[in-house]
């Protein structure tokens, strides 16, 4: 069996309102130590922040948000924090704020592939079911597939 990492993460979410405490999950955050790996993806579903607050400031969330991966990368264009060791780095993105950016709590799971539990936490906690294709779609594809391999293979 493949070796599987520890890893911590945290949902990055946008509260439009913070006194209401309403938000949308927007992204995640995962870091893993052993591996001495940092990375946020971030996926903005616009239509829906205007929906809690259709006063948002799109582009001031935008730029906030595109912050995030930059310094997780580290590197000289992440500014000071982003020279700062990679733990360090993650708790500072996740420590609490009470500003429209904010995180989760910092939760732990292990997995084999690090890329791969992110692209698993954007599905589950991220991305909306509008916009994931259905297990039934998912279903049909397999079979259309699987048709059309029969199809070319006659």
């Known amino acids: 069996m493949p070796d599987r990492f520890l890893y911590d993460y945290a949902i990055i979410r946008v509260v439009p309102k913070?006194?209401?405490e309403e938000f949308i999950n927007v992204g995640a955050i995962v870091s893993c130590g052993t591996k001495k790996?940092?990375?946020?993806?971030?996926?903005?579903d616009e239509q829906r922040l205007m929906?809690?607050?259709?006063?948002?400031?799109?582009?001031?969330?935008?730029?906030h948000?595109?912050?995030i991966p930059i310094i997780c990368a580290g590197g000289k264009e992440s500014g000071a924090i982003g020279q700062l060791?990679?733990?360090e780095r993650f708790h500072w993105l996740v420590a609490p704020r009470s500003t429209i950016?904010?995180?989760?709590?910092?939760?732990t799971g292990f997995c084999q592939n690090l890329p791969g539990a992110i692209e698993h936490l954007l599905d589950t906690m991220v991305r909306s079911?509008?916009?994931?294709p259905s297990v039934q779609a998912q279903l049909l594809a397999v079979g259309n597939d699987a048709h059309e391999m029969r199809s070319h293979s006659s």
């Open 18 to 20: 913070v006194e209401r």
């Open 85 to 87: 060791p990679h733990r």
């Open 129 to 132: 079911s509008c916009r994931k």
């Open 65 to 67: 948000l595109a912050v």
């Open 51 to 63: 929906a809690i607050d259709s006063t948002l400031d799109l582009e001031m969330i935008r730029n």
């Open 101 to 107: 950016v904010q995180t989760s709590r910092v939760h």
């Open 37 to 44: 790996f940092l990375e946020a993806r971030i996926e903005i």
